[in-house]
């Protein structure tokens, strides 16, 4: 099957055609955080704080197994677009064998750590049970979570985006759908509080799973998994780990970042810790959309690469920070006109929806900049350039902000830590587009006017 619409077709029809169907993957990805949060908030204020501590610890999970795929996708698309078909279908064989093996390793390690992590951020009992009764049975479904990320990645490098948005969303809707029946037990279900909530989410990860290996056995996919004396070709490994790791980093860092800042937080009141567990949940609805449009030029970007069309690679590059800013624009409007709703959403509590308010109005001032970082790392991850991408992400999530909020925490209180965001996103950003511009000289004959 051929891939050549990639370096064919126009570019601003081919990016809304591939990035379209995740943006909406990633609204309704977002739209089921958002549920899950706001049927668990309904069980207690403790138990949204619970969700909140476990948080960083299952973008952990997901920073692993997406990572990892993210590095087998740019490995793929170059490939393809060299029409190296034997290369790329053992990068793709390697992707998921290795991802399983991830997340083995991640749900025994997770589930082993969370009492103590637990206990790190807070001295409330009843807290620490909720978090652990969770994440015992949510993170038995990180194989299942492994094998989908390497999966949806290999259908992305492959361009089969309408395939991904199925899969994507039938593991989110079925997800949506058990969470009240399970946490509340409605109709025959029994009522399992927390635990319905992560079992919710662990059976819709799982049919997500089905539905993908379903789809490629049905969906005459130009790259094909299976072994031969090339499979395990040391040379693809080590560039699928080269930008896997640096990936996994990207992707770990707001793990390490809400950590910190809850050690920052909780020195003033509980609240401000639920406040950016709330704020995390309530992000996701514009910064996973974002993430769609990256996931949708990711593979473009690699193609073209891979065949030299360098020229393509910038218009690329130029038309998602155009559709990622508007998304921003839409996020900063909602958060200065609705906050108090917003945070109603997860919370009664009056000094809350004061605090949050605040929260989401400070916090907003950088989310139209940071379209500029957000586009940036993914670009230099479609080109295959992972550290470089990293380093966007380390000046995001702790180079800079992590000094600025404990500076700006001990002048203004918690606030400062608000602050601390829009004030990093403005100065990352102009380094982020010096690094991607130096990073995209290809040859001084393709340099743009």
């Not at 949204?48 to 952990?60: D, G, K, R």
């Not at 790791?245 to 809400?258: C, G, Q, R, T, Y």
């Not at 109603?344 to 509590?349: A, D, V, Y």
């Amino acid at each position: 099957m051929q891939q050549t619409f990639m370096k064919t077709k126009p570019i601003w029809p081919l990016v809304l055609s591939m990035s379209l169907p995740m943006v909406l993957s990633m609204t309704v990805s977002s739209l089921y955080n958002i549920v899950d949060s706001y049927f668990v908030a309904k069980i207690s204020e403790n138990a949204m704080t619970a969700l909140s501590l476990v948080y960083p610890i299952q973008n952990l999970i997901n920073a692993v197994t997406i990572g990892f795929a993210v590095g087998a996708n740019a490995v793929i698309s170059y490939h393809l677009g060299a029409q190296e078909l034997q290369k790329a279908n053992a990068a793709a064989t390697q992707s998921i064998l290795y991802n399983a093996v991830h997340g083995i390793i991640l749900t025994v390690g997770c589930i082993a750590i969370m009492p103590f992590f637990l206990s790190l951020f807070t001295t409330d009992q009843q807290v620490v049970d909720m978090g652990v009764r969770y994440s015992r049975i949510a993170f038995l479904f990180a194989v299942n979570v492994a094998i989908s990320m390497s999966l949806e990645k290999i259908f992305q490098a492959a361009g089969k985006m309408l395939m991904t948005m199925l899969c994507m969303l039938s593991g989110c809707i079925v997800n949506i759908v058990l969470d009240p029946v399970l946490i509340f037990g409605w109709g025959p279900f029994p009522q399992l509080g927390i635990e319905g909530a992560a079992l919710a989410t662990g059976i819709g990860q799982t049919i997500g799973l089905l539905i993908y290996v379903l789809c490629y056995f049905v969906g005459r996919l130009p790259v094909r998994v299976g072994f031969d004396a090339h499979t395990f070709d040391r040379s693809l490994t080590k560039r699928m780990y080269s930008v896997g790791i640096p990936a996994v980093l990207n992707l770990a860092l707001p793990s390490l970042l809400i950590s910190c800042l809850n050690m920052i937080l909780t020195v003033y009141s509980q609240v401000y810790v639920l406040v950016l567990g709330v704020y995390y949940k309530l992000q996701t609805f514009l910064y996973l959309p974002a993430n769609g449009i990256v996931q949708g030029i990711r593979p473009i970007i690699g193609y073209n690469f891979g065949a030299k069309e360098f020229a393509r690679v910038r218009k690329i590059y130029r038309v998602a920070l155009t559709l990622s800013a508007g998304i921003m624009t839409v996020g900063t409007i909602l958060c200065w006109a609705v906050p108090a709703q917003l945070i109603g959403l997860f919370s009664e509590n009056a000094t809350t929806l004061a605090v949050g308010s605040l929260a989401l109005r400070i916090i907003s001032v950088g989310f139209i900049v940071s379209s500029v970082s957000v586009i940036s790392c993914g670009a230099l991850e479609g080109l295959g350039k992972g550290w470089p991408s990293l380093a966007i992400s380390l000046l995001r999530y702790a180079v800079l902000i992590l000094p600025i909020a404990y500076v700006l925490s001990r002048i203004l209180g918690a606030i400062g830590v608000w602050h601390a965001f829009w004030l990093t996103e403005a100065i990352t950003a102009a380094l982020a587009y010096k690094l991607y511009r130096k990073s995209t000289t290809f040859s001084p004959q393709d340099k743009e006017t």
